[in-house]
């Protein structure tokens, strides 16, 4: 099983936040969670897993999907460049 692990951690893609912004991390996927801290600007963010949440208009569009970027902690894939749309990870469990 730490052989399958460490796959999955080599899986995790990062993403560029979105220029000249910095970005709050929220304890949870919307905007009535709490903000845990702030991304200073230009960072890129691993995205291991994505779910709905509250919708959000930012630099990308509007979206309600919000991207698990660390344990407990959340961003808006609004501002996040992942290419897409869409989902471009799994859904959160």
Known sequence: MVLG???????VSTYSVAPGVRLNVRSGPGTGYSITR????NTKVPIFCQ???????G??????????IDNGEYVSDAYVNTGSDGY??????
């Open 51 to 57: 779910t709905p949440g509250t919708s959000v208009s």
């Open 38 to 41: 702030t991304l200073p600007e």
């Open 5 to 11: 692990a460490a796959s999955d951690a080599a899986a």
């Open 59 to 68: 630099y990308y569009g509007t979206s309600n999907i919000w991207d698990n």
């Open 88 to 93: 471009v990870a799994d859904r959160c469990a």
